[in-house]
C-alpha cells in the first residue's frame, strides 16, 4: 500500500476501522432481532434530575428512610433510648453511672440518643461511654447533658 494514497483509498480497502465497526453493528443489530433481546435505551432517554439541587434535596427511592439500620459510625456495641435519627452528632463523653439517666431524660425530650462505651483507654479506672445523638436536636441535648449532670 502506497502512504501516499489519501484516507479515502484507505477505507475502501478495510484498514480504516470505520467498515469494521459499521459490520460490528449489523451483526449487533442482527443477533438482537434473532435473539428477540431488547435494544438500547436512547441516550438522553432516562429522565434527569435537576443538577442544581443537592443530594438533600434529591428524591429517596427507599420507603422508609431508617430501613437501612442505624448509622455504620455509632458503635455496635452500645445501647439507644429506642429513637432514631437519620443523622447522628457526637454529644460528651460520660460517666457510665450517669448513663442511663442522660438516656431516660434524652428520651423524655424526643432526642434519639446512643450510648457506647469508649474503648482503647489504657489504664484508666473510670469507666466512660460516648453518647451520641440525631444531629437535629444537638443543642437542645447540650441543655438537657447539663441539666442531668448537675443534678
Known amino acids: 500500500m502506497d502512504p501516499r494514497r489519501g484516507t479515502g483509498e484507505r477505507m475502501r480497502q478495510g484498514r480504516g476501522g470505520h467498515g469494521l465497526r459499521r459490520s460490528a453493528a449489523l451483526w449487533r443489530y442482527a443477533l438482537t432481532a434473532v435473539l428477540g433481546l431488547p435494544r438500547r435505551p436512547a441516550p438522553g ?3 434527569r434530575r435537576n443538577a442544581a439541587a443537592s ?3 434529591a428524591p429517596l427511592e427507599a ?13 455496635p456495641f452500645g445501647r439507644g433510648n429506642r ?3 437519620l443523622f447522628w452528632a457526637p454529644l460528651a463523653e460520660v460517666p457510665d453511672d450517669r448513663v442511663d439517666a442522660v438516656l431516660v431524660a434524652l428520651e423524655a425530650e424526643g432526642i434519639a440518643a446512643w450510648a457506647a462505651p469508649v474503648r482503647g483507654r489504657p489504664r484508666r ?3 466512660v461511654s460516648a453518647v451520641s445523638v440525631g444531629a437535629d436536636r444537638l443543642e437542645d441535648a447540650g441543655t438537657v447533658l447539663m441539666r442531668v449532670l448537675s443534678a
Open 55 to 57: 443530594s438533600f434535596e
Open 63 to 75: 420507603a422508609n428512610a431508617l430501613q437501612f439500620g442505624r448509622a455504620y459510625w455509632l458503635s
Open 125 to 127: 479506672t473510670d469507666r
Open 83 to 85: 429513637l432514631d435519627a
Open 45 to 47: 432517554a432516562a429522565p
